[in-house]
Each structure stands twice: as C-alpha cells, then as structure tokens.
C-alpha cells in the first residue's frame, strides 16, 4: 500500500469554526509532513513530524495546529483562519530514515479549504 | 523563500513530441528530486539525482544536473496526452534537512 489518504477532500469553514484535517498512511514511514499551496505556487512546507514528534515548524501561525496521536495518523486543527488561509492542504510522508530532503515522499490527494 | 525557479513557466506540445524543463537553484545542494502535479492533486515522485550524479533516466524520464551551473534539466520524451500535469523540481539545501519546491513548469501535451 503506498497510498497517502487524506479527508475531507474539500472543506468549507467560517472565520470562527474550528476544524481538522485528516491524513493516513500504512507504509510503514516514520516522517510526515504538511504543506499548504495556493494556486498557481509551489507547495510551501509548513511542519514535519519525524517519530511522533515535531521536528520542524515553519514558523506557522498558531491558528495551525498539528497533532501526530500515533505513525499512521496526522492531524491538522484549524481555529480562528482567515480568508487568505484559502489553500490545497497537502500531506506526505516519507521512510524517515534519510532526512526529509533526502526521503521520495509520498503526496496525499490534499484537502481544498475555503475560509469564508 | 524558493530554492529552484523552473523554465518555462508553461509548455505547450503535441502528442509524440519531447518536453524539456529546465531548473535553476542558488545554493549547493545533496540532492535534487522531480515532482509531478496533475490539476490540484497530490504530487508524485518521479526521480532524484545526487549530486555527485551527472544524469539519471527513468522510462521515458531523462535527468541531468550540473552542479557547475547550479541547473538541472527533465527531458520527457515521447510524451502523451496523460503527461499533461505541473512539473516542479525541488531541492534540499546543505545544513537544512527539507524540500524546497521551484515555481514549476505547467505542460500541456495536446492528442
């Protein structure tokens, strides 16, 4: 299995909800990652979970956050986003073993979130 | 902030023609990975050079880099309707352990 789930696939959120974005992997990796692009740009880092635990944060608002409850399971909560934050939310995850820059990582489909 | 700035910006070619992509980057690298995107989907994996590598193919994929230059190059050839997708590069930087993704070339392979 060497898929990247991710869900919802598209979500519609008011400046005041809180939600959260799931993703799944059962290949056995211990990095994960979420990235967040806007249209027309290149995926932007923005945290990289390595063993459970945060490795990297790219200096994100705290209107994100991440939660990794166990290997195959990331989460994203979101609170309090603005329209800007309008965004492809992409997870990957890679072997861990090599680095991140060094690791093949492997994209979910992303989950389309619009802040209205 | 961006590490490789891909060239063209976008490419337009019919069936059976072959694509290049070139990309360009700024600071030394370990290693540089190719990526395609189909229309706001997730990316896909298609190679990575090291950069003590000089070329590398894969099927229809052919990769080089010059660390001289600072460029690399994605040659598709051959190419199909279904190769139609953004094409981004991306690089580690030495002393940073992530991706850095370039603005990506968009194809469109026309039947």
């Known amino acids: 299995d060497t898929e990247v789930t991710q869900t919802p696939k598209h979500l519609v959120m008011g400046m005041t909800n809180k939600k959260s974005l799931k993703c799944e992997q059962h290949?056995?990796?211990?990095?994960m990652y979420w990235y967040k692009q806007k249209a027309k740009k290149p995926p932007e880092l923005m945290f990289v979970y390595s063993y459970e635990k945060l490795s990297i944060n790219e200096s994100v608002p705290s209107r994100f956050s991440p939660e990794c409850p166990n290997s195959s399971l990331l989460n994203l909560h979101l609170h309090a986003l603005q329209p800007e934050d309008s965004a492809l939310y992409l997870c990957?995850?890679?072997?861990?073993?090599?680095?991140?820059?060094?690791?093949?990582?492997?994209f979910g489909p992303g989950t389309r979130l619009t802040v209205l | 902030s961006q590490q490789g700035e891909e060239d063209p910006q976008a490419l337009s070619i019919q069936e059976g023609e072959n694509a290049t992509m070139n990309c360009s980057y700024k600071?030394?690298?370990?290693?540089l990975q190719w990526y395609r995107q189909n229309s706001g989907r997730g990316l896909v994996h298609l190679i990575l050079?090291?950069?003590?590598?000089r070329e590398k193919h894969s099927g229809r994929l052919r990769v080089t880099l010059d660390t001289s230059k600072k460029s690399s190059s994605l040659l598709i050839t051959a190419s199909r309707a279904a190769d139609t997708a953004s094409y981004f590069c991306a690089t580690d930087r030495s002393g940073y352990s992530t991706l850095t993704f370039g603005k990506g070339t968009m194809l469109l392979v026309s039947p």
């Open positions: 600071t030394s690298i370990n290693n």
């Open positions: 990957a995850s890679s072997q861990g073993l090599a680095g991140p820059s060094t690791d093949t990582q492997y």
């Open positions: 050079i090291r950069s003590n590598e």
């Open positions: 290949m056995g990796h211990r990095a």
